[in-house]
């Protein structure tokens, strides 16, 4: 069985910080690359950020740019994402999702997560004072 299995999650004031964590287990995550993707209520699934298969390259949305880090731990089979100066805006169940398509090798897209086929059931993350 392939599965994610996303935490970290919870309620924190503007300006402040999470750390989610996405758990693989069934596959190995570096011979995957990860997306992690946000819906907030009443809204269209956004892609948030992504990491490469191979290459660790990263590709982030404009709106998370310079304050959401992600990264891998190989060892822990898992991918972090790193929320720094929040922002009520970012109030959203966050999903992390597995891709396998090769031309993720050395980059990666979010897009809508078609391309994207294992996907965990989401965190909730509430930015709010």
């Known amino acids: 069985q392939l599965q994610v299995v996303e935490s970290g999650g919870g309620l924190v004031q503007p300006g402040g910080s999470l750390r989610l964590s996405c758990a693989a287990s069934g596959f190995t995550l570096d011979l995957y690359a990860i997306g992690w993707f946000r819906q907030a209520p009443g809204k269209e699934r956004e892609g948030v950020s992504c990491i490469s298969i191979s290459s660790g390259r990263t590709n982030y949305a404009d709106s998370v740019k310079g304050r959401f880090t992600i990264s891998r731990d190989n060892a822990k089979n898992t991918v972090y994402l790193q929320m720094n100066s929040l922002k009520p805006e970012d109030t959203a169940v966050y999903y992390c999702?597995?891709?396998?398509?090769?031309?993720?090798?050395?980059?990666?897209?979010?897009?809508?997560?078609?391309?994207?086929?294992?996907w965990g059931q989401g965190t909730q993350v509430t930015v709010s004072s």
């Open positions: 999702a597995a891709s396998g398509f090769r031309t993720f090798q050395t980059s990666c897209v979010m897009g809508r997560g078609t391309f994207y086929d294992y």
